[in-house]
């Protein structure tokens, strides 16, 4: 059969932002995938140089929206260890229990919207966005704010935390853990969404490891990596959980690693809590021209909800001299046509979804 | 702007709606140079004016939204569709795949210079009458990225723009409100209601080039 070229995007229901892909189908077979990005392109990078360190958090937010603290606290973190500032302690408690419910956000956001792409389980977008109100109404609570929080300063958090932090904080994990459950009926019981899934999208542990992947793909691979548990951070090394790994390599297989994390998620958010010491936890206040940083470039990373998160950063004494942002769903992303080929093109989608991307942050 | 709940009406207020119903209908065919009288008027033009103002009430209560989201506030415009806003009992059904079936355009984020033909093309192909909200700062002026290189400062450069939702991003509430300020525009209640041109925004940049 001839080949035929078919063009995906730049603006479709289930490329998840504006991603394009050039598909060549041989029948209904995929032999080509070619992702065309750089539709949002603004130059995060280059504006982050004209401004000054405590400016940045709100370019940083909005690399990732579906998870918006996790950069923002790598960025934090990063211009925390080139101005040499320590972190209170109370405050890292507040930081990982909030970073853990957003990671929960993030992955609730993205099951509901999987389902829906694979063949308009649109009950579960229902179901999933009904608990993300939940978690996003308990940050907004904290924080000040719904979406983009801009919370964290350094050394702490912007402002003291309301006193019913925790009592919300237990509840909202006594809410979520059996609302999760539920989805194992919705989905792991269901024909549809196996046949969708299994099998669909295969990745070994060697090309996992050879093109760089990180994250819930690269464990979904059979490699057990974690930022959080190989080089623990704020407290990580003192609260107790596993980090989930399948050997499946497919579709399914990254379905069943975000599900576990969420799990994993909660098991640290109630952790967090019993041991969280009282006291203090806002950080300094913004100034403009604060305290000068050392000039040693500085290496951070994080695990965000879509792999492992690094900023590069060459100090200046006010503002960041040069950055580079090393996102996770960009070398996610170029696994695209390794995986799609000898596909059909039904499970583009599927293959697609499973990767979790988020395009600003893959356009930068 | 009316409550989410509305309570019955009473008596009086239906003897109100009645009376300006009727008057309405006597303004519009005023409008149309006619006699007050109905009775000593074309049936044609009589027919037509009441018939303007049904199409007009339809759409006013059957905006369907184009699925199009850019960036961050997509995420909000994804709140909006779901289970707590409840969209639909105002009339903003679903959110359709093809512009062909889209009345309202809502621009969630920021316009790059390669999705500026894009989003032009997509406007082409939506049936007349079309509407425009900016959703979000940067769809409205550009918002945190205003400096940068490869960005628009607004889509009402490109586009007629009937609503604007500011916030960064808006909450979903302010969509919700935004899109009834739309339905009284729709509606004839306030002003604008026919369909602006691009030729006609002052904030369009002559000079503009891609």
Redesign the interface.
Known sequence: MAIMRINVG????STH??LRLVVDVDGDTIKDVEPHI??????VEK?ME?RMYMQNP??TE?LD??APMAWDDLYVASVEKALGVEVKEAAQYARVILLEYQRIASHL?WLG?FANDLGQMFTL??WT??E??AVLKYLEDMTGS???YVNLRLGGLSRELPPDFKDRGYKLADYLEPKIAEYTDMLDANDIFKERTKGVGKLNKADALAYGATGPVLRASGVEYDVRKNFPYYIYDKVKFTVPVESGGDAFSRYRIRFREMQESIKIIRQALDMMPGGSVAGQPIKLIGQQAKPDPVFMERELPRGNGIIYMVPDKQRPFRIALRSPAYINLSLLPMLCKGEKFADLFAILGSIDVV??EIDK | MPDAQEAPYTQEELMNAEAEMTQLTMDSLKKYKMNNNVMFTKLSDATQAIAKRMVNWSHTNSLWPLQFGLACCAMELMDFGASRIDAERKGYLLFRGTPRQCDVMIVAGWVTKSMVPRIKRLYEQMAKPRYVVAYGECATSGGPWWESYNIIRGIDQVLPVDVYAVGCPPKPENLFGALMKLQEKVGGKSAGDKERSITENPRRAEDFRL
């Open positions: 730049p603006i479709h229901p932002g504006v750089g539709f949002l392109h603004r130059g504006l004209t709100s370019y909005k929206y579906a956001l919207t977008f229902m966005f009904r993300r109100a719904r979406m983009f395009m600003a």
